[in-house]
């Protein structure tokens, strides 16, 4: 069942702890396999792992049937053998700080940009979007153009 909700979701490359179907959403508990990360200071690769985060955090990654799917992670964090600095592990698809996955981002830009502001405005509310969250990508995406 793992397998396919991965597969489902484009999360290949994740280990699927659990899924919650919620009436209003879809909660995917996932985390990463690899045992090592590499130091953003020195580059050097460790295993070393210092503590783990004591809370989930959620991230929205897509939608299903007009709900929200959210992913749920929980970032270790590794001290580095080299310059003994500790640091958080980085996910793929994942900013550091952003409250959403780029798969997220990206399918909210194709909506808008097949659609005016006028018409994705119902579907923004549809998907309990905060107006916020749409104007950051669309400037973040702004930002990005030559």
Excluded at 34 to 40: F, H, I, T
Excluded at 43 to 54: F, I, L, M, N, P
């Amino acid at each position: 069942m793992d397998k396919a909700i991965a597969q489902l979701f484009d999360l290949q490359g994740w280990i699927v702890y659990r899924t919650e179907y919620k009436q209003d959403s879809i909660q995917i508990y996932v985390g990463r396999p690899r045992k090592v990360a590499r130091c953003p200071e020195c580059g050097k690769v460790t295993s070393r792992v210092y503590d783990r985060a004591r809370q989930w955090r959620r991230k929205l990654h897509t939608w299903c049937n007009e709900k929200p799917v959210y992913l749920w992670v929980r970032p270790r964090r590794f001290q580095c053998t080299g310059c003994k600095k500790v640091f958080t592990e980085r996910f793929p698809g994942i900013r550091p700080w952003a409250r959403r996955t780029e798969r997220a981002e990206a399918l909210l830009l194709q909506r808008l940009k097949a659609n005016s502001f006028r018409q994705a405005l119902p579907a923004r509310r549809l998907r309990r979007l905060a107006r916020s969250n749409v104007q950051a990508v669309v400037r973040q995406w702004k930002a990005t153009l030559p």
